[in-house]
């Protein structure tokens, strides 16, 4: 279930950080400044950018004197309905549009691999979609190895090269394999790359293009993935990638493996992309569309 996923993956979150929140909401006692200090060091140790917490408290001080909200329970209703606003600004249907190819990015170790084959068992249990896996990444030496053990273990067809092949050479021959087999999903691992190196993003344009030409694109989607274990420096990463290929979705990764749990709202307020799936542990089913309510109602331990 999703909410089980969220709360066991976010539970670090819960009790270091936004515990303390929920004692101030638990108490009996007027909501003085003592709380709003409090609110604002949680905010901000979740990983939740400083402008941001200014933005989120200003909005909800202002609710609150206009509902005439004194109790802790109602301030913490308005404080999840905010939160929710927030993080669904930008929010897209999954369903409303099935891509045809799904293009990974994000530097090493975010788990694009592990990423694509939680894709494709996602689409596949979801949609009935019949993926097949584009291994691009060919200049890590495991990766091959790495997304065609999941191909196996999920019985899914998958294209891939020797290593050192030209990536694009590998997403041209899954497009065209994709067409022959009667596949209609492509998911492409990319290599990990540091986003500061130029050549290196050149190529994922040039993939794109190749993408464009050999497909419908508008049937093509960007999702960019991100560690969040470390918090705010994946947001120079997004910001990098966004200027190189449109990022139409985040992809949030090892979220059980973090005490924090605010990156989700800095992403979105400062990118202005949102939060398609998280991953909530190592297993493939552990791997979820992304709701806001569900994510706030662990934090807020409603």
């Keep these: 279930m999703i909410f089980s996923s969220l709360e066991k993956a976010l539970k670090k979150a819960k009790t270091n950080i936004f515990s303390r929140l929920n004692q101030f909401f638990t108490s009996k006692d007027a909501i003085d400044i003592s709380f709003w200090d409090t609110l604002e060091e949680c905010l901000i140790e979740s990983d939740v950018s400083y402008q941001l917490v200014q933005d989120l408290l200003i909005e909800l001080k202002t609710s609150s004197k206009e509902n005439n909200i004194n109790s802790y329970d109602s301030l913490k209703n ?18 409303s549009n099935i891509p045809q190819i799904i293009m990974l990015l994000g530097i090493n170790g975010v788990g694009k691999t592990t990423a694509a084959a939680k894709l494709a068992h996602y689409y596949h249990n979801r949609y009935g979609s019949n993926p097949l896996l584009c291994a691009a990444d060919t200049f890590r030496a495991a990766a091959n190895d790495q997304l065609s053990i999941w191909a196996e273990r999920l019985n899914i067809d998958i294209v891939k090269h020797q290593e050192g092949a030209d990536p694009s050479a590998v997403l041209y021959d899954s497009i ?74 985040i992809i949030i990764t090892k979220l059980d493996g973090t005490a924090k749990g605010g990156i989700a709202l800095s992403i979105v307020r400062e990118l202005r992309i949102p939060i398609s799936f998280v991953s909530t542990g190592e297993s493939v089913d552990d791997f979820l569309p992304f709701s806001s309510s569900e994510y706030c109602n662990v934090l807020l331990d409603i």
């Design 176 to 249: 065209k394999a994709a067409s022959a087999r009667k596949k209609d999903l492509v998911i492409v691992d990319t290599a990990g790359r540091l986003h500061t190196k130029k050549n290196l993003m050149a190529e994922l344009e040039k993939m794109m293009r190749i993408a464009k030409r050999e497909s419908n694109p508008e049937t093509i989607e960007v999702l960019l993935v991100l560690d969040a274990t470390v918090g705010q420096n994946g947001l120079s990463q997004a910001k990098a990638f966004s200027q190189h290929l449109p990022v139409n979705g």
């Design 78 to 95: 308005e404080l999840k309905r905010i939160l929710i606003e927030e993080l669904d600004k930008y929010k897209k249907d999954l369903s």
